[in-house]
């Protein structure tokens, strides 16, 4: 099983809905991100969180908002979707007090939004 | 300008080539760098770091140049499997935590 684990991973909806993306993981990290990718374009952060209580914008943080419900877990969600955010959306962790930076991610979530 | 640039490719090498990827970042104070490699449609995954004094793994060799604000990453022998897109990624702690992602660099390797 992977250790971060992204639901849907596919998902198609209408302008206007609500769209919640969720992601869980078996890392035991305090830090977990939220990442959009485009064509042409980095992964682009959307929220991060260092911990339960601890959330923060990324670059793009509008018309996005965020739930860390546990450690364990942290939610994207899109209050009223828009076609400009289709993209393919990623959920990482990180453990910083390793010193490596590195990042895990999980397999994605492809959303388009018609 | 964009704070991380790379060249997006693609670079079509055959078997057993040399290939080299150069990746520039706008803040001098920048202060860990990665190459993550991502195949179509999968989630990224880290190559590898790069320290000051270069640093080698198999076939991989990634070097940091803070004078000219680059990184590169050297690919010896390329494999059929080293088709995929290769991102840049630069960490700064000043002023704040950010991490950039290069758009990255497509390699396909042709037999």
């Known amino acids: 099983d992977a250790d971060v684990t992204q639901t849907p991973r596919n998902r198609i909806t209408k302008t206007g809905k609500r769209i919640m993306l969720e992601c869980s993981q078996t890392k035991g990290h305090d830090r977990m991100y939220w990442y959009r990718q485009d064509p042409g374009l980095g992964l682009r952060l959307i929220y991060y969180s260092f911990d339960v209580k601890d959330i923060n914008k990324g670059e793009i943080s509008d018309g996005y908002s965020v739930s860390r419900q546990a450690q364990a877990k942290f939610s994207l969600s899109l209050e009223s979707a828009i076609p400009n955010q289709t993209a393919l959306y990623f959920c990482?962790?990180?453990?910083f007090g390793q010193g490596t930076g590195e990042l895990f991610f999980g397999e994605g979530s492809r959303l388009t939004v018609l | 300008r964009k704070e991380v640039e790379q060249d997006p490719g693609p670079f079509n090498v055959p078997e057993g080539a040399t290939v080299a990827f150069n990746c520039t970042y706008s803040?001098?104070?920048?202060?860990?760098f990665f190459w993550y490699r991502q195949d179509c449609r999968k989630e990224p995954k880290l190559l590898m770091s790069?320290?000051?004094s270069g640093n080698e793994d198999g076939r991989f060799t990634a070097q940091l140049n803070r004078a000219s604000q680059y990184i590169s990453l050297l690919i010896r022998d390329s494999k059929l499997s080293d088709s995929a897109t290769y991102l840049c990624v630069v960490n700064t702690y000043t002023g704040g935590f950010k991490t950039i992602f290069g758009a990255g660099t497509r390699l396909f390797v042709k037999a």
């Open positions: 990482a962790t990180s453990d």
């Open positions: 803040n001098s104070a920048s202060q860990s």
């Open positions: 790069v320290y000051s």
